[in-house]
């Protein structure tokens, strides 16, 4: 039995019924040269990188505003976010008309920043020293709720925020189906857990023998370390490609989804993730951040056993900018 306070799989089909419209159905791509790659039997691509703002982001965003009261959305919410959730929040607050707040670590990419402002959002920088970043700013994010009364948001730890991510696995299944497919393995990206927490509820839902991974890059991996534990444990951190991905431990109710729908944890190092995005751009001609690759270099790298089965890959955001993509691009090339 899963904790009642988790979104069941009809909640998520519900919260996919009620996104239609406002988010975009994303491509399943299917891959024979990828599933060669790999020794699969066959390979699917989750294309998440080409949802509206970039990113899942915008299911979760919009689903958790869609939950405020009408005086909730007349205050305006606040959260943190290192760019991907504070883009699909702006967006979401742009579509509902729901004032939006970011506290945005100085250091995160520029391009996101200013995606978050054209969108509409008041952006402000936090900085962190060597503090972990996310930690300084969820601080900043509650104290500015308490000075000017918004609603505070967390951009994965929030059961309404997991059920609009997992709409993104409501919609693969589907697809899969289409395809004459059922996922034998789901490998997705994992930072602080909200997107991991939605698919892996959905996909145990419908497939009770799946085997789930949850990626994370190397120094990053919180949700593995605390799955191993049995407890939430922080990873030590360090340099990583995967911006997006540096939470410092899952949040309470993605670890208890990932605990309660089976997920094993894995961390990724930058070269296969750089390789992965070039054999992404390559393949499938589709553009990866470092973050939204991190699960398809896991099973390009072998770390994932797929031999002779149907595997889905969860390929989250493709919010990165020239100059970075051309430097990862590089980099596989002198991996290579």
């Known amino acids: 039995m899963l904790p009642i306070d988790l979104p069941q799989p009809s909640q998520m089909a519900a919260a996919q019924q009620a996104l239609a419209g406002r988010v975009r159905l994303t491509p399943l791509l299917e891959s024979d040269v990828l599933a060669r790659d790999c020794g699969a039997a066959r390979l699917f691509v989750k294309a998440e990188g080409l949802q509206r703002t970039g990113s899942f ?32 929040l702006a967006a979401a607050g742009r579509d509902l008309e729901v004032p939006v707040t970011i506290v945005m670590p100085w ?26 970043r996310e930690v300084v700013a969820a601080g900043m994010a509650r104290d500015l709720a308490a000075e000017r009364g918004l609603v505070l948001l967390h951009p994965f730890d929030d059961v309404a925020v997991i059920a609009g991510q997992g709409t993104a696995a409501v919609e ?25 927490g939605g698919v892996s509820l959905m996909m145990r839902g419908a497939h009770p023998g799946v085997a789930i991974w949850g990626c994370e890059p190397v120094g990053h991996d919180g949700l593995g370390r605390s799955l191993r534990a049995g407890e939430r444990v922080a990873a030590p ?6 911006d997006a991905l540096q939470a410092p431990m899952p949040g309470v109710a993605n670890f208890a989804a990932c605990q309660a729908a089976g997920v094993a944890g894995l961390a990724v190092a930058d070269g296969p993730v750089a390789q992965a995005m070039a054999r992404a751009f390559e393949v499938l001609k589709l553009v990866l951040e470092p973050s939204g ?27 990165v900018a020239f100059d970075r993509f051309a430097d990862c691009l590089a980099l596989a090339a002198r991996k290579n």
């Open 237 to 242: 951190g360090g340099a990583t490609l995967c």
């Open 293 to 319: 690759a991190v699960a398809l270099a896991a099973v390009l790298a072998g770390q994932v056993p797929v031999a002779g089965k149907v595997v889905l890959v969860v390929a989250s955001g493709g919010n």
């Open 172 to 196: 693969a299944l589907a697809q899969m189906r289409e395809a004459g497919a059922e996922p034998d393995v789901v490998v997705c990206p994992v930072g602080g857990g909200g997107l991991m």
């Open 57 to 88: 982001k915008l299911r979760g965003a919009l689903w958790r505003l869609m939950q405020l009261t009408d005086a909730e959305r007349a205050r305006g919410v606040v959260a943190f976010s290192s760019g991907n959730f504070a883009q699909g």
């Open 107 to 132: 250091d995160a990419p520029a391009a996101k920043r200013l995606a978050t402002e054209a969108l509409g959002a008041e952006v402000v920088l936090s900085h962190h020293g060597d503090a972990p």
